[in-house]
C-alpha cells in the first residue's frame, strides 16, 4: 500500500510570499515600479560635489543606472499613453516660459545662481577635454528631457497623489471626550490602512492629495521651490484633465528640454 501524503489543513496552506527576504518583497510591491526610480536618483545625489568633481562622474552614472531601471519595471506599469499631444506640449511650453519668466521674482537665493552644472567651467581644474565635456552637457540634456520627467511624474502624479487619496479612511470620528487628548488616539489603525493606493484612479482630483504633491514636489527643487508650486500647479491640473500619466511626462519633458537649449544657449547654468 502507498504511503499517503500528509495533507496540510486548508487554514495552513503555505503562502506563496513565504520565504522572500524583505527587499524581495519590497521589489514585488505595487509601489516599486513608481517609487524606485526617483528615490534613486535623488539618492545618488549625496555621493556627487562640485568641488571634487564628482558630480561629473557620478551624474552620467545615475542617468544610465535609472534609466535602466525604468526599462526594468516599464512591464509592471499599466500602459502609458499621450492623449492630448498638442495639448501636452503647449503646457509644457508655458511651464518653460514660466520656469525663466518668473525665475527672478520667485528665486531670492544668491546662492541659486553661483551653482550649477556647468562642466565646460571645470575643464581645466579636473583634467577632462572639450570632447568630455560635450558629453556631459549631452547626458545632462538627454537626463533632463527623458529620464527626470519620467522618474518624477511616476513618482509625484502616479504613486504619491493617488496614495494620499484613502478610500478607506472616511471621516475621523470624534471621540466622547473631545478634552482627553489620548482619546483621539484611540481608534483602529487597520481602518486608515493605504494598501489599495492603486486602485485610486489616475488624475483623480482631491484638495489633500493634489496641494500635498505640489508642496512635496516643489521641496525637492531647493532654491526654486516656489516656482516649482507653479510649476506642480500647472502640471497636476493637466494630469487631472487628461488622467493621464502620459501627458504629465510629455509636458514635464517638453519644459525641461527648452530649459535645457535655454541653459546652454545663454549660459544661465544656474537652472541646471
Same mark, same amino acid.
Request: hydrophobic content about 50%; overall charge neutral; proline content about 6%.
Given at each position: /500500500?502507498?504511503?499517503?501524503?500528509?495533507?496540510?489543513?486548508?487554514?495552513?496552506?503555505?503562502?506563496?510570499?513565504?520565504?522572500?527576504?524583505?527587499?524581495?518583497?519590497?521589489?514585488?510591491?505595487?509601489?516599486?515600479?513608481?517609487?524606485?526610480?526617483?528615490?534613486?536618483?535623488?539618492?545618488?545625489?549625496?555621493?556627487?560635489?562640485?568641488?571634487?568633481?564628482?558630480?561629473?562622474?557620478?551624474?552620467?552614472?545615475?542617468?544610465?543606472?535609472?534609466?535602466?531601471?525604468?526599462?526594468?519595471?516599464?512591464?509592471?506599469?499599466?500602459?502609458?499613453?499621450?492623449?492630448?499631444?498638442?495639448?501636452?506640449?503647449?503646457?509644457?511650453?508655458?511651464?518653460? @516660459?514660466?520656469?525663466?519668466?518668473?525665475?527672478?521674482?520667485?528665486? !531670492?537665493?544668491?546662492?541659486?545662481?553661483?551653482?550649477?552644472?556647468?562642466?565646460?567651467?571645470?575643464?581645466?581644474?579636473?583634467?577632462?577635454?572639450?570632447?568630455?565635456?560635450?558629453?556631459?552637457?549631452?547626458?545632462?540634456?538627454?537626463?533632463?528631457?527623458?529620464?527626470?520627467?519620467?522618474?518624477?511624474?511616476?513618482? !509625484?502624479?502616479?504613486?504619491? /497623489?493617488?496614495?494620499?487619496?484613502?478610500?478607506?479612511?472616511?471621516?475621523?470620528?470624534?471621540?466622547?471626550?473631545?478634552?482627553?487628548?489620548?482619546?483621539?488616539?484611540?481608534?483602529?489603525?487597520?481602518?486608515?490602512?493605504?494598501?489599495?493606493? !492603486?486602485?485610486?484612479?489616475?488624475?483623480?482630483?482631491?484638495?489633500?492629495?493634489?496641494?500635498?504633491?505640489?508642496?512635496?514636489?516643489?521641496?525637492?527643487?531647493?532654491?526654486?521651490? /516656489?516656482?516649482?508650486?507653479?510649476?506642480?500647479?500647472?502640471?497636476? @491640473?493637466?494630469? @487631472?484633465?487628461?488622467?493621464?500619466?502620459?501627458?504629465?511626462?510629455?509636458?514635464?519633458?517638453?519644459?525641461?528640454?527648452?530649459?535645457?537649449?535655454?541653459?546652454?544657449?545663454?549660459?544661465?547654468?544656474?537652472?541646471?
Amino acid at each position: /500500500m502507498a504511503d499517503r501524503a500528509p495533507q496540510t489543513p486548508a487554514g495552513d496552506a503555505p503562502s506563496q510570499d513565504q520565504g522572500k527576504s524583505f527587499l524581495e518583497e519590497i521589489i514585488a510591491s505595487r509601489s516599486f515600479p513608481y517609487v524606485a526610480p526617483l528615490v534613486v536618483f535623488l539618492a545618488l545625489l549625496l555621493f556627487q560635489s562640485e568641488e571634487d568633481g564628482s558630480k561629473f562622474i557620478v551624474y552620467p552614472l545615475k542617468t544610465f543606472l535609472v534609466l535602466g531601471l525604468i526599462i526594468w519595471v516599464w512591464p509592471r506599469l499599466p500602459k502609458i499613453r499621450v492623449r492630448t499631444w498638442l495639448g501636452s506640449i503647449l503646457v509644457g511650453v508655458v511651464g518653460f @516660459c514660466a520656469w525663466v519668466g518668473l525665475e527672478p521674482y520667485l528665486v !531670492w537665493s544668491h546662492d541659486a545662481k553661483e551653482s550649477g552644472y556647468h562642466p565646460l567651467k571645470y575643464m581645466d581644474q579636473f583634467g577632462y577635454g572639450l570632447n568630455t565635456a560635450y558629453f556631459l552637457l549631452a547626458v545632462k540634456l538627454f537626463s533632463m528631457t527623458v529620464v527626470v520627467p519620467i522618474a518624477e511624474e511616476l513618482f !509625484w502624479r502616479g504613486f504619491l /497623489m493617488r496614495f494620499l487619496i484613502n478610500p478607506k479612511a472616511g471621516k475621523i470620528p470624534r471621540p466622547k471626550d473631545p478634552r482627553n487628548t489620548m482619546a483621539w488616539l484611540d481608534y483602529d489603525l487597520e481602518r486608515f490602512t493605504y494598501d489599495d493606493w !492603486w486602485k485610486n484612479p489616475l488624475g483623480e482630483y482631491r484638495p489633500v492629495s493634489f496641494w500635498v504633491t505640489t508642496f512635496a514636489f516643489s521641496l525637492v527643487h531647493g532654491d526654486f521651490g /516656489m516656482l516649482a508650486i507653479v510649476y506642480g500647479i500647472l502640471i497636476g @491640473c493637466l494630469f @487631472c484633465r487628461t488622467r493621464s500619466l502620459g501627458d504629465a511626462i510629455l509636458a514635464h519633458g517638453v519644459t525641461n528640454l527648452l530649459l535645457g537649449i535655454y541653459v546652454i544657449s545663454t549660459e544661465s547654468w544656474w537652472f541646471w
